[in-house]
């Protein structure tokens, strides 16, 4: 079941920051968290994962609480490209955890 | 560099009909291996998963079953389809344990009719 909480749906004007974020309040210590995108009809894709430091990378980048009950994905620059179902998860690194998706948050990146 | 490989984009099939539905993965070597389903307007549904060859956990009791044959071959099979079966099937892998994410497939977009 998914351990994570998302607004259902946001606009973005394109050109400016996507702030999206999450609610994992029930994280463990072991668990890190993971961001996927997917655009309508296509397989997930991944954009980035972290522990408990914020991690950027060529895509977006993850802004984790220091508490590690929230995380918030930032995609410095929307473009209509953006537009997309987000999804956010935790799991653990044992192996034999798997990945368990939400509803996720639906972005529309306006012109 | 890895590549998943999953088959057919589409299909539509009668109910009552068989389905085999198959996912190689390339440039790695004992990966974890999973089928989700996406029912329209919906999430991801984890359907099975495999840690090794003959390995399979099934997730949610259903008309489908799956099989590892070998190593970087995983086939979702039903032996009679029905309509609840329509849907957005995805093959998807990760590294054996540890923490490297899971990797999807194009996905094959299955009408049961």
């Known amino acids: 079941d998914a351990k994570t909480t998302q607004p259902p749906s946001m606009d973005c004007a394109e050109g400016r920051a996507a702030n999206l974020p999450c609610n994992h309040s029930?994280?463990?210590?072991?668990?890190?968290v993971y961001w996927y995108r997917q655009i309508h009809s296509q397989g997930p894709q991944y954009i980035i994962h972290g522990l408990k430091n914020n991690e950027t990378n060529e895509m977006a980048s993850l802004i984790i609480t220091e508490d590690r009950k929230s995380s918030t994905l930032i995609l410095p620059h929307a473009t209509l490209r953006d537009t997309a179902v987000y999804y956010c998860?935790?799991?653990?690194?044992?192996?034999?955890?798997?990945?368990?998706f939400g509803t996720g948050t639906s972005l529309t990146v306006i012109p | 560099s890895q590549t998943i490989h999953q088959w057919p984009a589409t299909l539509v099939q009668p109910v009552g009909s068989p389905l085999s539905l198959e996912c190689t993965v390339e440039g790695t070597s004992n990966p974890n291996l999973y089928w989700y389903r996406q029912a329209a307007g919906r999430g991801l549904q984890l359907l099975f998963y495999?840690?090794?060859?003959?390995?399979i956990s099934s997730e949610v009791p259903q008309n489908l079953s799956a099989s590892r044959p070998q190593d970087r071959q995983f086939i979702l099979s039903s032996k009679k389809l029905l309509l609840s079966d329509s849907g957005f099937y995805l093959c998807a892998w990760t590294e054996g344990g540890g923490v490297s994410p899971l990797h999807f497939g194009n996905g094959t977009r299955l009408t049961v009719t």
């Open positions: 998860i935790v799991r653990a690194s044992n192996t034999g955890n798997q990945f368990y």
């Open positions: 495999s840690v090794g060859i003959g390995q």
């Open positions: 029930t994280i463990s210590g072991n668990e890190y």
